[in-house]
């Protein structure tokens, strides 16, 4: 089983144009260059939620004007635009926008606390005027890809990459084929119902789905009034063996292992790579529970099923845009 990447096979041939690399999630947006010499330029910054709904748009913009001067590269020799996204997307003249629930307030409204009434971000429209190519996905599509293509999915064809994030996402890829859907919003399992939990309201208006139960800004919501404010004090507290935040971990395990679950019984996968910052921070913690979790489960489903960290590690979301425009 191949579970890391291949640095070797992440270059460009000398004398491509160079590429940018956007990753956009709900809490920063991260931009690099990548040319002959690698990935290299990298800048980030907190996703732009305030003012006009093309703030965010403008704001990638400016940061990959930033990234190129910061690798030496002229932003006029950029070939093409490769953005991987938290979406769920919508098409608006046949470009897409996000319509994003930890991104846009106006989808939720007033109660989950962002500040801006978007019912959508505009994106691509204002990329295309200034760049020639340009090519948006799914973030859990653009994973997916990358780990398919350097990471632990390497020769697996029914496979998953999902985030455990600010969100939850999911790119899916049955028989070798990437699903996509409609509108490219195949894979957002973090929107399926787990829980009758009426307290629990997601940023896409539904309460009780997975991510309104376990996404890092879920755990903030849910648990701050306990003490734990994020993730990171939550662990914390349960590794010098607070019982109540071992068992909040539990029930956060419950729900996650019960979303794997669905798409592995939905999909019939052989391997799910995970990744995010929740995860990732954690998953000396959570892999085994996760493991143990579907282990037995429907045996002639799970039985063979692999659950493995992202080949890719933290860098994931950097060569998920960059899977998208190399070729």
């Known amino acids: 089983m191949n579970t890391n990447a291949s640095d070797d096979s992440i ?3 000398v004398g491509s144009p160079p590429l940018a690399c956007v990753d956009i999630g709900g809490t920063k947006v991260a931009v690099s260059m990548a040319d002959h010499r690698g990935i290299l330029g990298k800048v980030s910054e907190p996703t732009a939620k305030e003012g006009p709904n093309d703030a965010l748009g403008q704001q990638i913009i400016r940061l990959i004007g930033q990234s190129c ?5 002229p932003v006029e ?3 093409s635009v490769g953005v991987s996204s938290c979406g769920p997307f919508i098409f608006n003249d046949g470009l897409v926008e996000l319509a994003t629930p930890n991104i846009c307030g106006g989808m939720a409204g007033k109660a989950r606390g962002l500040p801006n009434d978007w019912m959508s971000a505009v994106l691509e429209a204002p990329l295309r005027k200034a760049f020639k190519s340009v090519r948006v996905e799914n973030d859990g599509v653009g994973a997916l890809e990358a780990e398919r293509r350097w990471g632990a999915l390497q020769g697996v064809r ?13 790119g899916l890829c049955v028989n070798g084929h990437i699903l996509r859907g409609k509108n490219g919003n195949a894979g957002h399992g973090g929107h399926i119902f787990v829980s ?6 997601c940023g896409c208006g539904l309460i009780g789905d997975v991510e309104s139960l376990v996404a890092g800004n879920a755990i903030a919501r849910r648990f701050a009034g306990e003490g734990f404010a994020d993730a990171a004090v939550l662990f914390k507290a349960a590794r010098e063996g607070n019982a109540r935040a071992i068992a909040i971990i539990d029930e956060l395990c419950l729900v996650m292992g019960r979303a794997l679950f669905n798409i592995t019984a939905l999909l019939d996968l052989e391997r799910i790579s995970l990744g995010g910052s929740v995860f990732w921070h954690n998953r000396d913690y ?5 493991q143990a979790f579907m282990k037995g489960k429907l045996p002639s489903l799970t039985d063979g099923l692999e659950i493995v960290p992202a080949g890719l590690g933290e860098r994931v979301g950097d060569y998920a845009a960059l899977a998208l425009v190399m070729r």
């Open 286 to 290: 959570l892999l085994p529970r996760l």
């Open 196 to 201: 009758d939990n009426n307290e629990a309201l």
């Open 11 to 13: 270059h460009l041939p």
């Open 69 to 73: 001067a910061a690798a030496g590269i």
């Open 77 to 79: 020799s950029v070939g």
């Open 158 to 170: 029914n496979c998953a990459y999902v985030t455990w994030s600010t969100g939850i996402g999911m």
